[in-house]
T-cell receptor, first 114, second 109 residues
């Protein structure tokens, strides 16, 4: 079956611009996670959705970062007034308790802020 | 949150068995010990998970002593395609994952 997909695969933007990153989880997975990964480091948690609501957003670095999941499926990570330090790979994962709770990751979106 | 410690890198040759040990002195009682594999430009992929003793699947084996303060991932007969970063972490279904720096495994011909 289809795995987690993320679009775009690459995004280049200029400092100060607004970007949206999209995640399509595995169908039926109720939990959705966003992580950010800098070069040479492990992924860092940003936010976790259970259904439509953000169950834990403690990883969001500041109020320029926001994520939504209005219908409990697709999620969008939104970054306002991008900074060069926001450049990273943004990973999305989904899971279901019916599938053992294992998190399945997408291929990521590589964001570059010039 | 449990902090994990594992070697930064390891080298091996094709056909050898590779053992990567991870220390997790403060792992939570209800956390499973979980290993992920990550290739360049891809998201991490679940390899194996266990609570105590030994777990084996088609990819790897996981050895966990009774005190659960460490674990060892064993990859039998590695091939070049096993070159990747391997992450050890404590995980509880439904909770976010806390990744460390991982172990970069390089398999040479």
């Amino acid at each position: 079956g289809a795995g987690v997909s993320q679009t775009p695969s690459n995004k280049v933007t200029e400092k100060g611009k607004y970007v949206e990153l999209r995640c399509d989880p595995i169908s039926g997975h109720t939990a959705l996670y966003w992580y950010r990964q800098s070069l040479g480091q492990g992924p860092e948690f940003l936010i976790y959705f259970q259904g439509t609501g953000a169950a834990d957003d403690s990883g969001l670095p500041n109020d320029r970062f926001f994520a939504v999941r209005p219908e409990g499926s697709v999620s969008t990570l939104k970054i306002q007034r991008t900074e060069r330090g926001d450049s990273a790979m943004y990973l999305c994962a989904s899971s279901s308790p019916l599938a053992g709770g294992e998190q399945f990751f997408g291929p990521g979106t590589r964001l570059t802020v010039l | 949150l449990a902090k994990t410690t594992q070697p930064i890198s390891m080298d091996s040759y094709e056909g050898q068995e590779v053992n990567i040990t991870c220390s997790h002195n403060n792992i939570a009682t209800n956390d499973y010990i979980t290993w992920y594999q990550q290739f360049p430009s891809q998201g991490p992929r679940f390899i194996i998970q266990g609570y105590k003793t030994k777990v084996t699947n088609e990819v790897a084996s996981l050895f966990i002593p009774a005190d659960r303060k460490s674990s060892t991932l064993s990859l039998p007969r590695v091939s070049l395609s096993d070159t990747a970063v391997y992450y050890c972490l404590g995980a509880n279904a439904g909770n976010m994952l806390t990744f460390g720096g991982g172990t970069r495994l390089m398999v040479k011909p």
